[in-house]
């Protein structure tokens, strides 16, 4: 009670008067600044220009550095690594190349600017919300799911990066590597391996600057994992969040006022409800408002697919490759490697599955739409109002989806293809 108390209570006093007064929504902007990835100037903020272009060029040619550096590590080293150490190389190059997908994909879209702007101006509950009771309950519940999910991926972000980098701090700890002569028969251990122009393997100095490195960009990392699919998500909560909307308003639809008793062949009389023409006028009305409610979400929907559709395409296929990798990881069941890739299994895992799930919900949601338009009371309206209702009734067949372009909808299906697959290449590696 007291966290739903603190979230709503009123507005006016709390001075909310946009989306961006949320406190989730200050707290993903707080991070997407860090990447240079908020729409600063399309939100009317201040924003110091040269510093954000600087940034985001500056994070383009360091992920591709960071590529280019793995790459080499693999090489040069090639023949003194097991199949493990390698598969840990190829996983952190598969994680850095999300990360350069995120940047020239969301970091330097103009239209992914315009979609945030649209998102947090007029697409956002916020701005609904007055409508009705209904829709008060909507935004609320809609705003607690947002508030409570923007936490959880926030203690995921500072649980996992400190959990990721000391791990390998501790081993070589134990193993007495930061002690005079500690290397002579051993080299030190990474969360992330690069080929540096110095020793980083055997002397301490080198060490030392490549896990300060290695802190940072796994810091960045997680962000743009977690707080670009964060954005998504919340547009997708939204979006539910209209559909309820739209379905409830056509589940309550108004029915006439007055009934009509109607004489038939043989003195058989019929009582039947039908609008009058004044209210035959308010229908039409309401059926328009709600044709173009409709054609408002679709359209957003597609917005969003079309700016977050590479990203998800390539997000999907990450999935599709690492998932047997973490898993060959995992198999050692030894504590060490658990204590490092065991998390981020679960992790990577639970990210597909939420993001999945929550795709979901906007299908489930839209399937319940001709259900909806078909029970409006069509047989009470007049002739060109019935035609109007067919209209509508023909545009909410098709369900609504993210769908990126050129592949299916995104969804549990495709989630439980990409986790079978995992697992059969997993199988296939362990048996050789």
């Given amino acids: 009670m007291g966290l739903k108390k603190f979230l709503f209570e009123d507005e006016s006093v709390q001075g909310i008067t946009a989306p961006t007064d949320y406190l989730y929504v200050k707290l993903l902007r707080m991070t997407l600044r860090i990447i240079a990835t908020w729409p600063q100037t399309e939100l009317g903020e201040k924003e110091p220009v040269y510093l954000n272009v600087f940034l985001k060029y500056f994070y383009l040619v360091a992920t591709i550095g960071c590529q280019i550096g793995s790459y080499c590590y ?7 690594l097991t199949m493990m150490e390698a598969g840990h190389n190829y996983i952190m190059i598969m994680m850095t190349f999300i990360d350069i997908s995120r940047i020239t994909s969301l970091t330097f879209s103009t239209e992914y600017r315009k979609l945030c702007k649209e998102f947090f101006t007029k ?4 701005y609904f919300k007055d409508i009705s009771e209904h829709a008060m309950a909507t935004h609320k519940r809609v705003h607690l799911i947002s508030h409570l ?25 134990a193993a007495g590597r930061y002690k005079p002569g500690g290397t002579q028969n051993s080299t030190f251990e ?14 301490i100095k080198g060490y030392i600057v490549a896990n300060i490195i290695n802190w940072i960009l796994s810091s960045l990392c997680v962000i743009w994992f977690c707080m670009c699919d964060l954005i998504l998500l919340l547009m997708v909560f939204n979006i539910w969040g209209h559909l309820r909307m739209l379905t409830y308003t056509l589940n309550n639809f108004p029915r006439p006022s007055v009934e009509t008793t109607i004489t038939i062949d043989g003195g058989l009389t019929v009582t039947s409800a039908i609008y009058s023409d004044e ?51 995992c198999s050692q069941m030894t504590a060490p490697v ?5 998390p981020l299994t679960i992790v990577c895992t639970r990210q597909l599955i939420q993001l999945s799930v929550i795709f979901e919900l906007i299908g489930t949601e839209s399937e319940k739409l001709p259900s909806a338009v078909y029970s409006v009371p069509w047989e ?28 299916a909808n995104v969804g549990v299906t495709t989630m439980a293809s ?5 697992l059969s290449y997993f199988t296939f590696l362990r048996s050789i």
């Fill in 149 to 173: 999910f923007t936490l959880w991926l926030l203690f995921q972000m500072l649980f996992g990066v400190p959990l990721f980098n000391l791990v390998p701090m501790y081993y070589n700890y």
């Fill in 279 to 329: 209210e035959n006028v308010q229908i039409f009305r309401k059926l328009k408002e709600c044709v173009d409610y409709h054609r408002r979400i679709v359209e957003f929907n597609s917005k969003v697919s079309d700016v977050f559709g590479p990203m998800l395409i390539i997000y999907y296929l990450y999935h599709q490759t690492s998932g047997c990798l973490l898993l060959l990881e």
């Fill in 123 to 126: 697409m956002h509950l916020f």
């Fill in 190 to 203: 990474h969360s992330m391996y690069y080929q540096y122009p110095f020793d980083t393997l055997t002397e």
């Fill in 74 to 80: 693999l090489r040069t080293y090639s023949d003194e």
């Fill in 380 to 407: 009470c309206m007049s002739i060109s109002n019935k035609k109007f209702v067919i209209f509508f009734l023909m545009n909410v067949k098709e369900p609504i989806a993210v769908k990126p372009p050129g592949i």
């Fill in 338 to 342: 658990l204590m490092r890739y065991l």
């Fill in 418 to 422: 990409i986790l079978r697959t995992s």
